[in-house]
């Protein structure tokens, strides 16, 4: 049982490139959200979806998109890389109150 | 919207020492649930404890308790006999005990990283 699967680990990407990062749960869970990780910042919803086909918005959606066409992937996309993006993401999933993460994606936007 | 605060950006203590995390939230909610995860340097999330607002007995996973007082909305972490492998980020977080939608989601405090010095 691989839980949330996050792919890739680290990525250094160039100012206006664009990028996927993709996320699978073997776990069968309708629930599954997209966060950042700043230093002395904490984790922030970007997204989060309650299903196939069904996204919403989180606190700091901006500049980045996602999609559910299944239950167990939800990649998050970003158009057009800026600094600001530079951040640790994790992706994960839930049933009832257990939460299961990723092991986190290391972007660098340079 | 609810908020989690976490004042302790840094915190230390000697290993098999007792050390206590705080965190205080605020929400108008009165069911919910509170949490405290571990964040090694592996990054990997790891939760130490679960507390069901409407529990009134304090969790306790072995050397890990809380300290949930919900008038005064606080849950602080208590870590007993501390132990080099609990060197880490902790983060506080809340999830509405109410159905559906962005209920479901985590709000995180800032977190505090706790040094264990030998």
């Known amino acids: 049982n691989a839980g949330v699967t996050q792919t890739p680990k680290f990525r250094i990407l160039k100012i206006g490139q664009s990028m996927t990062l993709q996320c699978t749960q073997d776990?069968?869970?309708?629930?599954m959200y997209w966060y950042r990780q700043d230093p002395g910042m904490g984790l922030k919803l970007i997204y989060y979806?309650?299903?196939?086909?069904?996204?919403d918005k989180g606190e700091v959606p901006n500049g980045y998109n996602v999609s559910r066409s299944t239950t167990e992937d939800f990649p998050l996309r970003l158009e057009l890389a800026a600094p600001s993006q530079t951040s640790v993401y994790f992706c994960?999933?839930?049933?009832?109150?257990?939460?299961?993460f990723g092991s986190g994606t290391r972007l660098t936007v340079v | 919207a609810q908020t989690v605060t976490q004042s302790q950006p840094e915190m230390s203590v000697q290993e098999a020492e007792t050390v206590t995390l705080s965190c205080t939230y605020d929400?108008?909610?009165?069911?919910?649930?509170l949490f405290w995860y571990k964040q090694p340097p592996s990054r990997q999330m790891i939760l130490v404890i679960r507390?069901?607002?409407?529990?009134?007995q304090n969790a306790t996973e072995n050397r890990f308790s809380v300290n949930f007082q919900k008038a005064a909305k606080s849950f602080s972490l208590k870590i007993s006999d501390s132990q080099l492998g609990d060197a880490a980020m902790y983060f506080c977080?809340?999830?509405?005990?109410?159905?559906?939608?962005?209920?479901?989601?985590?709000?995180f405090g800032k977190g505090t990283l706790l040094t264990v010095n030998p």
């Open positions: 507390q069901e607002a409407y529990k009134q």
């Open positions: 977080a809340y999830r509405s005990g109410n159905s559906g939608g962005s209920n479901y989601k985590l709000t």
């Open positions: 776990m069968n869970h309708n629930y």
């Open positions: 979806s309650v299903g196939a086909g069904i996204t």
């Open positions: 994960a999933s839930s049933y009832s109150v257990t939460y299961t």
């Open positions: 929400t108008s909610e009165s069911d919910y649930y």
